[in-house]
Nanobody, 123 residues
Framework: QVEVVETGGGLVQAGGSLRLSCVASARAFSRYAAGWFRQAPGKEREFVAGISVNGDKTYYMDSVKGRFAISRDSAENAVYLQMNSLKPEDTAVYYC????????????????WGQGTQVTVIS
């Protein structure tokens, strides 16, 4: 089981930025497409963004397009999420996981989730 540690969350005012990091425990993480997910209180988990193995393909949910950017560093077994122009509705716990598919976009019922990182955006 590849374990991940998500960091970088925090409290930020609307319009601000945060950069989330996800570092995996094993090199296997760099061999599949990975993604960022989020879950707000009382809501289902959402697939926010995904990135292919070599970074040439990305996916973003509609509400974050143009504001968020996903990237990865395979040498570091890491995936990042740059979040700009944050809105209160972006408030959630953010998780990374994989594998994901980008064509078509789909993800799976993972048995493992990291602890996530809390993002709170205040107006």
């Amino acid at each position: 089981q590849v374990e991940v540690v998500e960091t970088g969350g925090g409290l930020v005012q609307a319009g601000g930025s945060l950069r989330l990091s996800c570092v995996a425990s094993a090199r296997a993480f760099s061999r599949y497409a990975a993604g960022w997910f989020r879950q707000a209180p009382g809501k289902e988990r959402e697939f926010v963004a995904g990135i292919s193995v070599n970074g040439d393909k990305t996916y973003y949910m509609d509400s974050v397009k143009g504001r968020f950017a996903i990237s990865r560093d395979s040498a570091e077994n890491a995936v990042y999420l740059q979040m700009n122009s944050l809105k209160p509705e972006d408030t959630a716990v953010y998780y990374c996981n994989g594998p994901v598919d980008l064509v078509p976009v789909q993800y799976y019922g993972y048995t493992y989730w990291g602890q996530g990182t809390q993002v709170t955006v205040i107006s």
